[in-house]
DNA sequence: CGTTAATTTGAGACCATTCAATTTCGGTGG
DNA sequence: CCACCGAAATTGAATGGTCTCAAATTAACG
């Protein structure tokens, strides 16, 4: 969706699927770096900055409105309301990459895990996808393991793990959380970084 | 200077010294999320989104300017171009948490230091601090450890290894780079991401 | 100088990786 | 509907990078 180094001429919401940003390093290795589900503007720092400095990908099928980067910075200047709106959503995103780098950082395969799931589930139930503790997941192992700085074989053995205490049911794209309290605690998950009260 | 979970009612510029943004895990295990060189926000976003959702430290003894947080959207309501810079100031905030994500992520320990010792190198001699490949790094090794999700004493020996192949000189809070070249591709290092070209 | 913080060193343990092979799953064509 | 295929998930065993714990040395500072 979006490539490196390119300048940026739009900006895109996700409307329906699943999308992930991540960066390439020399030796091929790679680092997911965040994951978008519906309704979260993908590269609105990109419109600002105007150079990606990291690519964006769709994970499954899925659709995105693109708002041409003139129209946006137009509507920025005219409607503060907006344009705050925007800066907005632009930190919360910056805070959730902090979380990120304490999860990468300082955390066990276990915790790193626990606390992407608590992350993703949160999030799409607050935007009203799924319900019950039951989510779609698309996400593969390997994604998984790119997510959280793990390999694809440790991603698999921490699962097992999660679901052998019955944290967690991950299977065929879907997710089911078992036990929110515990894995809460497992992946030592806060939520004040998303910013979300309302 | 500023705790979790506090209202912000001001923000602060750091004018001399360095500081630094933290969390503190619920075992007590900490992550430094950024370090912060004179003439930086330390704190912007805290004033928009309102609620700091980490901790900011002084390093050494620093000096900061404090701005009430109304003074700041009064001026960025009627100055749309101190607005955008602020808005960009924080969008690189965030590009540079993205590649700290990637750094404790998918990076062995020797990279980790060496591509946190371009970065701030870089974003020193860009401010005028330092020069001849020598700068102020009043860094302690646990304090190294911690941003890079390492331990102490793991990060003394990377340090001496990248010592022993003479890429840096790092003692008394000094830091002098002797191999440029060298030091950025041990680090994987591409400065893409501090979107400082002028 | 004395005291505490910071750095350095050593050895052993462990978590996560690597490499390779096997099994399961989802989709496709005959 | 079954056979087939590649992708994804799973398993095993060995290796290795980083951690842990503890002690020694050096530097910083009043």
Known sequence: ?????????????????FAYRQKILSDGDRQIISIHIPSEFIDLQNGIL?????NVQSLNHSEVAAIPRAALMDLADRRPAVRLA???????????FREWVVNVGRRDSRARIAHLLCEL?????????GRDGTFDFPLTQEQLADATGLT????????????RDNLIQLSNGILRVLDWEKLREVGDFDELYLHQQI
């Open 152 to 163: 694809a074989v440790h991603t698999n053995r921490t699962l097992q793990s999660l679901r």
């Open 121 to 129: 589930a949160l999030r799409l139930e607050r935007t009203g996808v």
């Open 50 to 54: 105007g150079t990606a400095d990291h």
């Open 1 to 17: 969706m979006i490539r490196e180094g390119q300048r940026a001429t739009e900006c895109t919401v996700l409307l329906r699927g």
């Open 86 to 96: 925007m800066w907005i959503d632009t930190l919360i995103d910056s805070s959730i």
